[in-house]
Nanobody, 127 residues
Framework: EVQLVESGGGLVQAGESLQLSCVGS????????IGWFRQAPGKEREAVAC????????YYAESVKGRFTVSSDSVKNTLYLQMDSLKPEDTAVYYC????????????????????WGKGTLVTVSS
C-alpha cells in the first residue's frame, strides 16, 4: 500500500527558509500525482503545491507562488517542499499527499483527488 512519511517541520522566524521531505513507498513518484497540503486551526485543508511528473504540470496556491517550490527525486522516491521567505500565515500542519493518476489530477489551477496522506508535520513561523 501507499505510505508517506513527512519530516522537516519546525519553528522558524519570518523571512527564513525550511525544507520539508516526504519519503514514499508502495508507489513511484514518477507515476502518481504528488503534493503538499496544509491546514491551519479553524480552516479547511488546502492544496499548497502539487506536481504530476507524467505531464510536467505543477500547481501552486496563489499565496505561495514565488516563495515555495515543489520537487521530487526519483532515485530516493522522495517529495520535497522548499519554503522560502516564510510568513506567519504559513503556520500550519503540512501533509504530504499522493494519488494514482486515474483518481488524482494536477492542473495549473487545481490539485484534486489525492487519496493517500502522511500524518503531517507542523510548521510554525513566528514574527
Amino acid at each position: 500500500e501507499v505510505q508517506l512519511v513527512e519530516s522537516g517541520g519546525g519553528l522558524v522566524q519570518a523571512g527564513e527558509s525550511l525544507q520539508l521531505s516526504c519519503v514514499g513507498s508502495g508507489f513511484s513518484v514518477d507515476d502518481y500525482a504528488i503534493g503538499w497540503f496544509r491546514q491551519a486551526p479553524g480552516k479547511e485543508r488546502e492544496a499548497v503545491a502539487c506536481i504530476s511528473n507524467k505531464d510536467g504540470t505543477s500547481y501552486y496556491a496563489e499565496s505561495v507562488k514565488g516563495r515555495f517550490t515543489v520537487s521530487s527525486d526519483s532515485v530516493k522516491n522522495t517529495l520535497y517542499l522548499q519554503m522560502d521567505s516564510l510568513k506567519p500565515e504559513d503556520t500550519a500542519v503540512y501533509y504530504c499527499a499522493a494519488g494514482d493518476l486515474y483518481t488524482a489530477l494536477v492542473l495549473r489551477s487545481r490539485c484534486i483527488g489525492m487519496n493517500s496522506w502522511g500524518k503531517g508535520t507542523l510548521v510554525t513561523v513566528s514574527s
